[in-house]
């Protein structure tokens, strides 16, 4: 076979799956899920879903990537960010810049905690076979660790300062990640997503006008 139909097969499975997927998260939706809170002190899931996964996902796969830190990235336009509501009211209170990062298979980062940020918010976009995990002990020869098992279209909030890594196994993996202007903390996010520097009443009834 040759390069050019493996692309166009390899594509066409691409697109399929992702198409797969968004209508299983569309189904999702309209049976009223929302992500649970699981509050640990590691990552939180925010209460709604993301209204812009489907475009990030296009964006995800479709775009050109930078070198930035060692990672490949591409920056998400503010116009898009807008579009969800839950991230327009977070970037007025913290401006920041939205990305994508594209991690290769068979590739893993670290445990680390990350320096250039305090805390995020990470969604996931598209992956294969790929685990996020938090340890409260990166430098023990063995350690506990606790798994971010990412669901479609749900944002995390994301302490960057516990020890994580991330393994990829296979195929490309696509992360909407924030990186804030100022020093946002992880206890930052949680404040303002659950008791509200925007007023938590006013909040739901914006999020679910936008629903409608
Ligand atoms: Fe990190």
């Known amino acids: 076979m040759s390069a050019i139909l493996e692309k166009a097969a390899y594509d066409a499975a691409y697109e399929a799956a992702t198409a797969a997927w968004s209508r299983y998260n569309a189904a999702r939706i309209a049976a009223g899920y929302v992500a649970e809170p699981a509050s640990t002190e590691t990552m939180i899931a925010l209460k709604y879903p993301s209204s812009i996964w489907d475009n990030l996902i296009a964006i995800a796969l479709d775009g050109e990537y930078k070198e930035y830190y060692g ?3 591409l920056i998400v336009p503010e116009q898009l960010i807008d579009n969800d509501k839950q991230l ?18 068979n590739t893993v980062y670290n445990w680390h ?22 340890t409260q002990d990166a ?21 960057t300062q516990t020890s994580h890594m991330v393994v990829n196994l296979d195929g490309d993996r696509y992360m909407f990640t924030l ?31 936008s629903d409608d």
């Not at 250039?116 to 938090?134: A, D, K, Q, V």
């Not at 430098?139 to 302490?159: D, G, K, M």
């Open 71 to 73: 990672f490949n990235v």
């Open 88 to 105: 327009a009211a977070l970037r007025k209170k913290y401006p920041f810049t939205a990305g994508i990062t594209k991690m290769e298979p």
């Open 113 to 134: 905690k990350d320096t250039n940020r305090s805390g995020t918010i990470n969604m996931m976009l598209w992956n294969e076979e790929s685990h996020c995990l938090f």
């Open 139 to 159: 430098e023990a020869r063995v350690s506990q660790v606790e798994e971010l098992i990412y669901e479609p279209a749900t944002y995390y909030i994301f302490n």
């Open 179 to 209: 990186e804030f202007v100022d020093n946002v903390t992880y206890e930052n996010l949680v404040d303002f997503f659950e008791l509200g520097n925007v007023k938590a009443e006013e909040f739901d009834n914006w999020c679910k006008e």
